[in-house]
């Protein structure tokens, strides 16, 4: 079954770097875009970045654009998202998830939690 | 690009039928028949229960169901039971955004 594993997560000072990864396995990760989408803690649920499936098109929300690069190695069946100039309202879980239909996502992984504070 | 509205909450006893709004505008919702909704259990990663529109991914229960009319989506929850108790989004493909717009979120309680 599919299943969608990030890493990365923790702790870092605004202003810096951090970048997650999401493993993926049992689907043929090479022909699926690929979402990140976060959720800060007790708030709802944001898209963040969307990569197509040869990693040619990205987009990237208003609030993330010209700071995050979302990025993709389809021959090691992963996804990126490198985050710089972090701050504090970048803290949130942040969820990879698999595109099923036109702005829709399934088979999400777990989430990896990221926390911007000095 | 704004959330599209949802109730803060609805609820329910056991075994009937709620039915939570996801209203947008005509350059999302209204527009397109691309919204999905999905279940989030807190701690817990969001689950797809309807996309486009009223299309079920296979495995989700057929007590889920989705409509919409106008710039109005919805998503109706028949038989109500505990484990429905959860966090629903909707989400809208949107012509102002190359990404999507997720729904301010509804809490359901059963009763």
């Known amino acids: 079954q599919v299943q969608l594993v990030e890493s990365g997560g923790g702790v870092v000072q605004p202003g810096k770097s951090l970048r997650l990864s999401c493993a993926a396995s049992?689907?043929?990760?090479?022909?699926?875009?690929m979402h990140w989408v976060r959720q800060a803690p007790g708030k709802g649920l944001e898209w963040v970045a969307v990569i197509s499936y040869d990693g040619s098109k990205t987009y990237y929300a208003d609030s993330v654009k010209g700071r995050f690069t979302i990025s993709r190695d389809n021959s090691n069946n992963t996804l990126y998202l490198q985050m710089n100039s972090l701050k504090a309202e970048d803290t949130a879980v942040y969820y990879c998830?698999?595109?099923?239909?036109?702005?829709?996502?399934?088979?999400w992984g777990q989430g990896t939690l990221v926390t911007v504070s000095s | 690009q704004s959330a599209l509205t949802q109730p803060a909450s609805v609820s329910g006893s056991p075994g009937q039928s709620i039915t939570i709004s996801c209203t947008g505008t005509s350059s999302d919702v209204g527009g397109y028949n691309y919204v999905s909704w999905y279940q989030q259990y807190p701690g817990k990663a969001p689950k797809l229960l309807i996309f486009?529109?009223?299309n079920r991914p296979s495995g989700v229960s057929h007590r889920f169901s989705g409509s919409k009319s106008g710039n109005t989506a919805s998503l109706t929850i028949s038989g109500l039971q505990a484990d429905d108790e959860a966090d629903y989004y909707c989400?809208?493909?949107?012509?102002?955004?190359?990404?999507?717009?997720f729904g301010t979120g509804t809490k359901v309680t059963v009763l």
């Open positions: 998830a698999k595109e099923e239909a036109v702005a829709s996502a399934s088979n």
């Open positions: 989400s809208s493909f949107t012509i102002t955004s190359t990404l999507g717009v």
């Open positions: 049992g689907l043929t990760f090479r022909s699926y875009a």
């Open positions: 486009d529109v009223s």
